[in-house]
Nanobody
Framework: QVQLLESGGGSVQAGGSLRLSCAAS????????VGWFRQAPGKKREFVAA????????YYADFLRGRFTISRADARDTAYLQMNNLKPEDTAVYYC?????????????????WGQGTQVTVSS
């Protein structure tokens, strides 16, 4: 069973950047599809980005419009989410997610493992 630990969240002004990291332990990281979801106060958890376990497929939520980039470094058991041009509406708790399949999917129901989340706050 894999454990996921996010880091890199914080407070930034609109237009700024943050890089989130997701460190995995307890499993063979390369055998999991990984991704990121987020949850703002009073809203449902929503899909942000995902990358397949062989790096062949990367996909993003439509609302991102090219501002975020997901990547993974299996040798370090770590996934990343580079977030640029942040907006106040990006404020949320960001969760790392993993699935024991080739693809993660965009539905929270398809996730096998969750991290504890990291807060991202963007001020205007």
């Amino acid at each position: 069973q894999v454990q996921l630990l996010e880091s890199g969240g914080g407070s930034v002004q609109a237009g700024g950047s943050l890089r989130l990291s997701c460190a995995a332990s307890g499993g063979i990281f390369g055998s999991y599809a990984v991704g990121w979801f987020r949850q703002a106060p009073g809203k449902k958890r929503e899909f942000v980005a995902a990358i397949s376990r062989d790096d062949a497929r990367i996909y993003y939520a439509d609302f991102l419009r090219g501002r975020f980039t997901i990547s993974r470094a299996d040798a370090r058991d770590t996934a990343y989410l580079q977030m640029n041009n942040l907006k106040p509406e990006d404020t949320a708790v960001y969760y790392c997610a993993a699935r024991r399949q080739s693809f993660l999917g965009t539905d929270v129901a398809g996730v096998d493992y969750w991290g504890q989340g990291t807060q991202v706050t963007v001020s205007s």
